[in-house]
């Protein structure tokens, strides 16, 4: 879990112009989100479950039936990016899911991720381990 656990840690998520990391502060994220109608929400993605590369077009399918079953909820596109070139080529598509923490780590585990990047209340982004 120590290689995965720092590779998360040490990436980006990027969504509707902004760039966030896990245990930053973000205070422009609160103001999208508010702007989306949330007073939270998290970076959820359907790609490579559990840490296991897919080919481009399961995952992309992967992530339109994650769209469909979160449809309910305000959501960005966005990605995340490894900051070391050692993950360089783990790009992923995410969503920006404007919803409550316990409807976003449902899909997380529903689309079996490994974490979720939340971003709570007080504009901290956060990494929560989901299916360990």
């Known amino acids: ?52 590369r897919q080919p481009p077009g399961w995952n992309a399918r992967a992530q339109h039936r994650l769209r469909q079953a979160a449809h309910r909820w305000p959501a960005l596109p966005g990605q995340s990016r490894p900051l070391r070139r050692l993950h360089a080529g783990w790009r992923e598509a995410q969503w920006l899911l404007a919803a409550p923490m316990p409807v976003s780590k449902r899909f997380a585990r529903r689309f079996r991720q490994r974490a979720i990047l939340a971003l709570g209340r007080d504009g901290m982004a956060r990494l929560i381990w989901i299916n360990v």
Request: glycine residues 12%.
């Open 1 to 52: 879990m120590g290689r995965l656990a720092r590779a998360f840690r040490e990436t980006a998520y990027e969504a509707g112009g902004l760039t966030l990391w896990p245990g930053r502060r973000c205070p422009k994220a609160l103001a999208l989100l508010q702007r989306l109608g949330a007073r939270e929400g998290a970076f959820v993605t359907a790609c490579n479950p559990l840490a296991k």
